[in-house]
């Protein structure tokens, strides 16, 4: 890290006047890699929350699915097969970075939240921001299929204090509590008990000509909410 960087970081960190506003994390669902304007739904969407400083977590997608097939074949193991995991999330976050050249890949919450003061859109490092996080004390994620990149935004966005949007193919099931989406195979089993600590859930239908940011209301999350602690 730069002396500068230093400096700016110790600034955010032990000055609570420079704290930046409240983050926002958006979850970019891997099944959108496909879609051409991609890019260009990102910045509609993102446009909506002005004020808040944006995270953007990227689905893991095909090469998540490569993993899991390799994991069916090879026996990785769970540690094995979460770690490639983080690896093809990185890989998909290497891709928006290409998208939005201006935006900063952050690999640790002081990353994050520098960034953030700088007012600058951060994309998110998924292995190395996990680590960094557990090693500062936030509680471990589980490692296996029961979580996805879901899950792994909606911990991230706990480790912020941040909201959450879930940028997704499908509409907003919102008639439907957590539990019921997890059994319309929509989220992860533990999604529900990490998005029971946040203050917002927010799901845009990406693939909708008007990708709006409507707020989800999940219902009552007490029967799920130690499913993966």
Known sequence: MSPTNRTRRLQVLLNPA???????????????????DLPEVIERVLAQRPQSARLLVAGGGAAADIVRNWDEVHHLGQSAAHELALEAMDLAA??????????????????????????????????CFIKAAESRGHAPLEQSWRITSDSIAAWTAGVLAADLVLVKSVP?????????????????????????????????NARDPDPVIETWQPGDTSSTANECE
Do not use: H
Not at 18 to 32: D, E, N, Y
């Open 94 to 127: 290497s891709l928006l970075a290409r998208f939005l050249p201006d935006a900063r890949l952050v690999r640790s919450e002081p990353q994050a939240r520098l960034a953030a003061s700088d007012g600058v859109l951060s994309i998110l490092c998924a292995g």
């Open 18 to 36: 420079s704290q930046p506003r409240p983050f926002t994390v958006f979850k970019i669902g891997g099944s959108l890699f496909d879609l051409r």
């Open 172 to 204: 907003a099931p919102l008639d439907m509590t957590l539990a019921a989406a997890v059994r319309a195979g929509l989220v992860d089993e533990c999604f529900p008990a990490l998005a029971a600590r946040l203050p917002v859930v927010g799901w845009v």
